[in-house]
């Protein structure tokens, strides 16, 4: 509500008193610190060689140096629940994010839209005078509303940040990332030959925001949340900072385990007695009715692998060893920038990861990780032929499972995995010269996500608000641990930690956590009154060795009780663990066109895969064009991109069409006939009509002026073309290119298109070939 204007207004001007108090914009407190949240991706505790790992961050180091290092920093276990808790100081079923936006769900811990009531800590720090910033992936916004046509509600100038420079989803290409700046999507500032790379370009537009703040509001204190990619799959970075490790992990991911204990003991941050667990602790676990653990989650020995697995696997460590430490270069510009401006000392910093290492790459790992994304087992022959360019364009890779286990020594499981120690023990570090006298010290103290929040409160002096933007807020469900902060030694604040994920469960409280024995969805176990509940001492049993339900029945029986008591309180239920069919099956809400049917036109920008799904159905597209030249050429319609996609186009003056499938088989229709000046109606249609494996098969015809010209059995992928932004566009393939035809962006030339009509629909609701000529030949 603005003040009350206390000025005087009199007919004439001069004798009016004017009042600039209801206009001034709020003033922070002289002296105010700055924050700087440095958010990693899928970096387990043992990755950063501070924490005994083997990839250098020199820049992670210097932080650490500066401030506070904690060995028990816990996360949500997956992306967006921890980030909603960073910037929040709930718990992520409060905040609506138990999941990922790509699956929310119609409840109100899965909905992905986080209520105003929980207000972001940008919002109540930009009404407290400070200029507020988010760099780099947002992934805190359902699916629906990814896209130029949904509200801004959810995006980051919608929740309290005056500037945005990065990604609206969970993942993007490194090299033709999926670019957003403020409101609007850009393309690239530059090409993979040119040198680009996101995490450099994230860094030069860090930089610039902090500048632009400097120059024309030098007493303003900011607020920056910097969130590379990195080190999130895709694993792409130059060849040069991979090679940086060659030879590093030849020896496999169980020496790396066995090297990494040992330096965390002799480092401090594991007792001294600290074992190994074995690398599929939970393979012999089933559901209440058999399902046995995901395989994709069972690690293979790395003596049982050939001598070409072995070399691939070294190398998918090397490459996601170099993004991390070059992605922790560009973050030392960042930290340089605010050292050379006189800033550092008085900024806060917070450096962590969301959430433990990764086991989305499987057993074998990928050179297209879209595969795990579409259920489609990997094809070593495939990978091995691409061993000398993983991390590079032609690759979208992902490391085994091995590496996740072993990235996340000493614990047990990954990323997903709210129960145990692998998904949710992370590396943390916060420092502040100006404001605390620790340096370089370690602190043991349980800390959650959800503290960061009353944390910053505390020691910026900021009183949790009652009501941010006119709207009421609910208390915080983080507890301060500014104690602890000023004095690492001093008794811990908080006494208890709700933890629910994808259908995997824990209660911590003093040290003792009980948990489920339950995979994660997408996994179908169901049952969960059948689960069984285990109990670790933490404080003394860190990796969950010594189950101790069977020696003190009690305490579990109340950790239980507990659970499902904070359940209550924070929207713990209903619990999911659905198969991966079944979640994308899902019915939600779309500002698209609800009967299966987009109209694109040039001009515009691009429309992610995800606000129009064509998930595994029978489709058609259809085109008006005037051809002007007859040596007209270029894209009219692509979606996806080179690891999954499809593209109808016009070269050599016939319409072509290209079905990519996973980046391994281009599946070209060519039309039998030129095409004519002048106007005319041309598209291709793909009716289902069988399977192999998971992926659905069917004839593809390509018509012109309702004529078929061409037609071949073609077989499509299952799933999502790319969850890392590449979707649907007009007159240009905007990122990387569908088919090896062309390079991108291919824009058309010598012909004009006036729209292109897309329609999806499972089989037995709509007659595509009608509903696809009926397009074709309308007026």
């Given at each position: ?132 910033m988010a760099i780099g992936k947002w992934h805190l916004s359902p699916a629906s509303e990814m896209s130029m046509g949904a509200a801004k509600r959810t995006w980051p100038l919608g929740r309290g940040f005056d500037r945005f420079y990065g990604f609206l989803g969970g993942l993007t290409d490194q090299w033709y990332p999926d670019l957003w700046y403020d409101n609007h999507q850009i393309d690239p500032p530059a090409a993979p030959e040119q040198g680009y790379h996101l995490s450099a370009d994230l860094a030069d537009h860090a930089i610039e925001f902090l500048a632009d703040s400097l120059a024309t509001a030098p007493h303003k204190p900011w607020m920056m949340y910097f969130c590379p990619g990195a080190c999130h799959a895709p694993h792409h970075v130059f060849r ?540």
């Amino acid at each position: 509500m603005t003040p009350k204007f206390g000025g005087k207004i009199a007919h004439d001007v001069r004798d009016s008193v004017p009042d600039w108090g209801p206009f001034i914009e709020p003033r922070a407190a002289e002296g105010s610190p700055n924050v700087l949240y440095v958010v990693w991706d899928d970096m387990g505790f043992g990755s950063w060689d501070l924490y005994g790992g083997e990839i250098e961050m020199p820049n992670m180091r210097r932080i650490a140096e500066r401030g506070v290092q904690f060995t028990q920093f816990h996360t949500t276990a997956l992306c967006s629940p921890t980030r909603a808790a960073l910037l929040t100081g709930r718990n992520a079923t409060s905040n609506g994010m138990a999941v990922i936006g790509e699956i929310s769900d119609g409840f109100p811990n899965m909905s992905c839209y986080i209520p105003p009531e929980n207000g972001f800590i940008s919002e109540v720090l930009r009404e407290r005078g400070y200029n507020t910033m988010a760099i780099g992936k947002w992934h805190l916004s359902p699916a629906s509303e990814m896209s130029m046509g949904a509200a801004k509600r959810t995006w980051p100038l919608g929740r309290g940040f005056d500037r945005f420079y990065g990604f609206l989803g969970g993942l993007t290409d490194q090299w033709y990332p999926d670019l957003w700046y403020d409101n609007h999507q850009i393309d690239p500032p530059a090409a993979p030959e040119q040198g680009y790379h996101l995490s450099a370009d994230l860094a030069d537009h860090a930089i610039e925001f902090l500048a632009d703040s400097l120059a024309t509001a030098p007493h303003k204190p900011w607020m920056m949340y910097f969130c590379p990619g990195a080190c999130h799959a895709p694993h792409h970075v130059f060849r040069e900072w991979a090679d940086k490790y060659r030879g590093v992990f030849d020896d496999g991911y169980e020496h790396y385990r066995e090297r990494v204990l040992l330096r965390q003991q002799e480092l401090g941050l594991l007792p001294a007695d600290t074992v190994l667990p074995d690398i599929n602790p939970l393979a012999h676990a089933t559901s209440a009715e058999g399902l046995g653990w995901p395989a994709s989650d069972l690690v293979t020995a790395w003596d049982a692998l050939s001598e070409g697995e072995q070399r691939l696997f070294a190398r998918q460590a090397e490459v996601f060893a170099g993004y991390a430490s070059y992605t922790d270069q560009q973050v030392g510009r960042l930290l340089d920038y605010l050292e050379q401006t006189g800033q550092l000392d008085n900024t806060i910093i917070v450096a962590m990861s969301d959430n433990g290492s990764s086991a989305e790459g499987g057993p074998q790992g990928s050179v297209n990780a879209n595969r795990w994304y579409n259920q489609i087992p990997e094809n070593l022959d495939e990978n091995l032929s691409k061993l000398d360019e993983l991390g590079s364009e032609a690759t979208y890779p992902h490391y085994s499972n091995g590496w996740a286990m072993a990235f996340n020594t000493p614990f047990k499981l990954y990323k997903m995995n709210a129960a145990w120690e692998g998904g949710t023990a992370d590396p943390l570090l916060i420092s502040w010269p100006a404001g605390l006298s620790v340096r370089g010290v370690k602190c043991d103290n349980y800390i959650h996500a959800i503290d960061i929040v009353p944390t910053l409160y505390e020691l910026m002096g900021i009183p949790a608000p009652d009501s941010v933007r006119m709207v009421k807020q609910t208390p915080l469900e983080g507890v301060s641990m500014a104690t602890v902060l000023r004095n690492p030694e001093a008794v811990s604040p908080k006494h208890t930690q709700f933890y629910s994920m994808m259908g995997t469960r824990a209660m911590w409280r003093d040290g003792w956590q009980a948990n489920t024995v339950h995979a994660p969805a997408p996994n179908g176990w169901g049952h969960f009154d059948q689960d069984t509940w285990v109990l670790y001492h933490l404080d003394t049993d860190r990796n969950q060795m010594h189950d101790r339900a069977a020696a003190e029945p009690q305490r579990l029986a109340e950790l239980v009780a507990l659970w499902d008591e904070q359940a209550g309180l924070y929207k713990g239920y209903p619990l999911d663990d659905r198969t991966g069919m079944e979640i994308a099956d899902l019915e939600r809400p779309s500002v698209a066109d609800s009967n299966g049917r987009i109209t694109l036109y040039p001009g515009g920008s691009e429309v992610p895969e995800r606000a129009f799904v064509m998930i595994g159905r029978s489709f058609a597209i259809a085109a008006d064009v005037t051809i002007d030249n007859i040596d007209c050429a270029g894209v009219i319609f692509a979606g996806g991109g080179r690891f999954g996609g499809h593209s109808l186009f016009v070269k050599d003056q016939r319409l072509h069409y290209v079905y990519n499938w996973l980046g391994e088989r281009e599946q070209h229709l060519v039309s039998d006939r030129t095409l004519p000046l002048g106007g005319v109606t041309l598209g291709v249609d793909f009716r289902k009509t069988g399977s192999d494996g998971p992926s659905p098969t069917g004839d593809a015809h390509l018509y012109l002026n309702g004529e078929r010209v061409g037609a071949s059995n073609v077989t499509i992928q299952p799933f999502f073309f790319s969850l890392s932004g590449e979707g649907m566009n007009v007159g240009r393939d905007r990122g990387q290119p569908v088919s090896a035809e062309y390079h991108s962006p291919f824009a058309l030339s010598g012909a004009r298109i006036a729209r292109v009509e897309v329609y999806t629909a499972d089989d037995i609701s709509v007659d595509l070939q009608r509903a696809a000529e009926g397009a074709y030949l309308r007026d």
